[in-house]
């Protein structure tokens, strides 16, 4: 595995989940990687130190999605730390999850802030140094799609904005060279939402194969995105749900 030697990314809430296997992937498919992360660094220290022992550079900065400076400073920290950049990786989310009247207009504001507005200034952030080659590739939800229980009005609306944005990026940087996608992950077993949950079964259930993702099954299809064999892939939105969405 070696097709990203030379690249390197920035993957958002690397710390933990999802994030961290991305991130981890990456750096076995050779590139350096700089991850951003909430208050765990203990989890971020170990994502470091596995990304070194595969011989590679690795950078973890703490950075609140919802801070919109913090997430400008940490693509500049990225860029000056590594050289360059070429794989921007949203990944960090939140979700508050309950009926619409329990909402608090605070929840609102957070959520849309993580996992709107962080994207969509990462993406600003990065645009000048992106060049040629390079890739946005950005973390939805199935339920973006797909919404199988009451409560999650505020998740789902956060998750399926990322379509625009991302189609939008694709057309936008397209002439650049510079793709944009969006991945679309269906239950996986994460502290976010582990397999042996209280919702786990039922959720397993909405799949096509009856069982939870592991991360690194996020992961594989975030390195074939940014890998040189998924270059004419742009704008699109790819479910890795085990057919949550069927
Ligand atoms: P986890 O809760 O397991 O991990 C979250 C990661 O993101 C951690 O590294 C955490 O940092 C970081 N993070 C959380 N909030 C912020 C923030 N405000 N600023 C910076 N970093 C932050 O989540 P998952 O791995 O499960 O989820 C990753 C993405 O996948 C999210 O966008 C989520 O919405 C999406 N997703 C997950 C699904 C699932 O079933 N797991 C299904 C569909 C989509 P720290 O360690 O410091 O807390």
Redesign the pocket.
């Given at each position: 595995m070696s097709s990203l030697v030379g690249k390197t990314a920035l993957v958002?809430?690397?710390?933990?989940?999802?994030?961290?296997?991305i991130a981890v992937r990456l750096a076995e498919e050779g590139a350096d990687v700089a991850?951003?992360?909430?208050?765990?660094?203990t989890?971020?220290a170990e994502v470091v130190e596995r990304i070194e022992a595969l011989g590679r550079k690795a950078l973890a900065i703490?950075?609140?999605?919802?801070d919109s400076v913090?997430v400008r400073a940490a693509v500049d920290s990225a860029v000056t730390e590594l050289g360059r950049l070429d794989i921007l990786v949203?990944?960090?989310?939140?979700?508050v999850l309950g009926p619409i009247g329990d909402l608090a207009e605070a929840d609102v504001d957070?959520v849309l802030a993580?996992?709107i507005r962080?994207p969509f200034i990462a993406a600003q952030a990065a645009s000048a140094h992106l060049t040629e080659g390079s890739t946005i590739i950005t973390?939805?939800?199935?339920?973006a799609e797909r919404v199988v229980f009451p409560g999650g009005t505020l998740?789902s609306m956060s998750?399926s904005a990322l379509t625009g944005l991302t189609k939008a990026l694709a057309r936008e940087f397209g002439p650049r060279g510079i793709t944009a996608n969006l991945v679309?992950?269906?239950?996986?077993?994460?502290?976010?939402?582990p397999a042996d949950g209280e919702s786990a079964a039922a959720?397993s259930g909405f799949t096509a194969l009856g069982r939870?993702?592991q991360?690194a099954e996020?992961a594989a299809t975030v390195a074939h995105l940014a890998g040189p064999e998924g270059r004419y892939i742009t704008g699109a939105s790819i479910a890795v749900?085990g057919g949550f969405g069927a």
């Open positions: 958002t809430g690397g710390s933990r989940g999802i994030g961290a296997a991850l951003t992360y909430q208050s765990n660094k989890a971020a703490p950075a609140d999605s919802a913090a949203n990944n960090a989310g939140t979700g957070r993580v996992n962080a973390i939805g939800s199935c339920m998740y998750k679309h992950p269906g239950p996986i077993d994460t502290e976010m939402n959720q939870y993702g991360p996020i749900d």
